[in-house]
């Protein structure tokens, strides 16, 4: 019988169709970069860990997660969490907690006593300078290239500015022993109380060496005073904390700065004992570099602010500060009001240095404002030297500085081995506007327990406790899988035409362009936008 005039195509299956003549458009399945790995400094893949880790899989969400960074309980405590910032799913409920989830598997690896893979042997010896997270960074990834590593360290412990810049309060000492202990146990030599003060003296020891000393270095200001042992330096508080030998400050502590370090010393007078710690700045609070969030937890626990103000004279039991306001540029400038206020010390917090004395007689070097300039491969104007950390003209934080570490001890390796290194390319970042958020639930961010004010005032046990395994797998759960397929079937049941195939567990789909008509239904109903229409070719 004729068929009717409007049928076009045979009866039956659509498999028995080949539709795929009809496509101006094909769909192809993308990997697109994660905010969040994007965003972050040591360049973890936070999404792939995070995937293990809402699994159920902790060891291998862990093992991961230490492809990029060895200090995961660290850094799950001290990081300053621009991932989160970022984290699309900010745009929908809350962001992950990200750093909580890090935490979580670094203490889980420390109780279950999980250590590093050790890699043969290179037959290269390179030296690292300073053993903070930049130096046990680089120590870590060198290790894994299979090279002989040394670390020479001033201190008469490791960690450098973890140990003697971040309270107890942040970083619990234990968790920080645990995580330099694992790296050492990888066969690196580590050597405490051993200062270089000319670097060519032990240069030629070694086939490279990475610089990562520490900003350990106060800055000072001139304030004309009657009792110079009323003015100290934040890190010599802190220091001497830490060695168990904190100084007396008194009853009314002032504390000029606005960074972090200032919060961190103002935090630690109030657990000495002190009735009241005022941070004096010079500018706003929305011009202070210090973290809100820390700033917060500041004012929580008692910390007194005087903002606009600087200091111009310390008295032998007050100090004179004047009021300042901020040009149309922001700057503070004088007013020549001025104000007494009672004190029994001063600590400043006006920033660190780095002690570059060491390198006077090393050849090529070039030293800008304080920091060494590096290149694109973290080298510096001398072969087989690199540096990193606070060593380079760069933020200071822990995270940043394991990113130079991993940075350069790629760098290093490869230049070892007389190769480039090549970074591959990025991808396209996953933009929130792409996700079809309608597929995910909304599921507030896990709040970890925090210690009442008053229990913060009088003590340096740790402010935030952990998560647990179930809320930590709630936690890794709430991630988007942003611009990567996990699998969700989605395409598979949308697809009017059968031309999604699935390959089995963990190797995703193809698309069978012989029936594929391009109407682009699999992209659009793709939560996590890892498919993308692109313009058939004839």
Known sequence: MDKPFAITLDVGSSLANHTGSWRTERPVYVDRLPPCNHACPAGENIQAWLYHAESGDYRAAWKSLVENNPLPAIMGRVCYRPCESACNRG????????????????????????????????????????????????????????????????????????????????????????????????????????????????????????????????????????????????????????????????????????????????????????????????????????????????????????????????????????????????????????????????VLALGQDVDLSFLERVSGLDIVDGVVKVNEQMMTGHPGVFAGGDMVPAERTVTVAVGHGKKAARNIDAWLRGISYEPGPKHEIADFRKLNAWYYSDAPETVQPMLDAVRRQSSFDEIFSGLDETNGLFEARRCLSCGNCFECDNCYGVCPDNAVIKLGAGKRFRFNYDYCKGCGMCMAECPCSAIQMVAETI
């Open 91 to 346: 745009q929908l409920d809350q962001s992950v907690n990200i750093h909580a989830v890090e935490r979580f598997l670094g203490d889980e690896a420390i109780r279950r006593g999980w250590q590093f893979e050790t890699a043969a042997p290179s037959g290269k010896h390179v030296l690292v300078v300073g053993s903070g997270p930049s130096g046990l960074s680089a120590a870590y990834h060198l290790s894994r290239f299979g090279h002989k590593v040394t670390i020479y360290e001033a201190g008469p412990w490791a960690g450098g500015m973890m140990r003697f810049g971040i309270p107890k309060y942040r970083l619990p000492r234990d968790i920080l022993n645990a995580e330099i202990a694992r790296i050492v146990n990888m066969g690196v030599t580590l050597r405490l109380s051993t200062r270089v003060d000319d670097l060519n003296h032990v240069h030629g020891e070694f086939d490279a060496v990475f610089l990562a000393v520490g900003a350990h270095v106060s800055k000072r200001a001139y304030i004309p005073a009657g009792d110079a042992s009323k003015i100290l330096d934040a890190l010599s508080v802190l220091r001497s904390v830490e060695r168990g030998d904190a100084p007396q400050l008194g009853r009314r502590v002032l504390v000029y700065g606005g960074g972090n370090t200032a919060l961190d010393v103002a935090r630690t007078a109030k657990r000495l004992g002190a009735t009241e710690a005022l941070i004096v700045y010079r500018r706003t609070r929305e011009k202070m570099p210090a973290h809100d969030f820390e700033v917060q937890e500041a004012i929580e626990e008692g910390i007194q602010f005087k903002w606009l103000s600087t200091i111009k004279q310390a008295g032998d039991a007050s100090f004179t500060v004047e009021k300042m306001r901020l040009d149309e540029k922001g700057y503070p400038q004088p007013t020549g009001e001025f104000e007494t206020i009672q004190g029994d010390s001063l």
